[in-house]
């Protein structure tokens, strides 16, 4: 069974920092590719950051510059460092991890980020 646990998450004043964690098990993060997404109320989820490969990608550019996804292959877990937070950063964040090549994509539960003004 495919399990993916998100945690870090809470409430963090305006210019703060908060580091996620997705802890993954029945996987290995080292073969998929590994992304957080967050979905603000009334919004769409949106990709934040992934990684495929060694390659990082970082989605909005909103976030660029203050986000940073990395992955511990010998921990099983992927992180996301979150600098500069603003007010707008508020959402529930979710780990994603997704295989296309065997149709794979799991979701875990989400972790909800409030950024106070």
């Known amino acids: 069974q495919v399990q993916l646990v998100e945690s870090g998450g809470g409430l963090v004043q305006a210019g703060g920092s908060l580091r996620l964690s997705c802890a993954a098990s029945?996987?290995?993060?080292?073969?998929?590719?590994m992304g957080w997404y967050r979905q603000a109320p009334g919004k769409q989820r949106e990709l934040v950051a992934r990684?495929?490969?060694?390659?990082?990608?970082n989605y909005p550019n909103s976030v660029k510059g203050r986000f940073t996804i990395s992955r511990d292959n010998a921990k099983n877990t992927v992180y996301l460092q979150m600098n500069s937070l603003e007010p707008d950063d508020t959402a529930v964040y979710y780990c994603?991890?997704?295989?296309?090549?065997?149709?794979?994509?799991?979701w875990g539960q989400g972790t909800q980020v409030t950024v106070s003004s």
């Open positions: 994603n991890a997704a295989n296309p090549w065997v149709g794979d994509d799991y």
């Open positions: 029945g996987i290995g993060v080292n073969g998929y590719n």
């Open positions: 990684i495929i490969g060694s390659t990082v990608s």
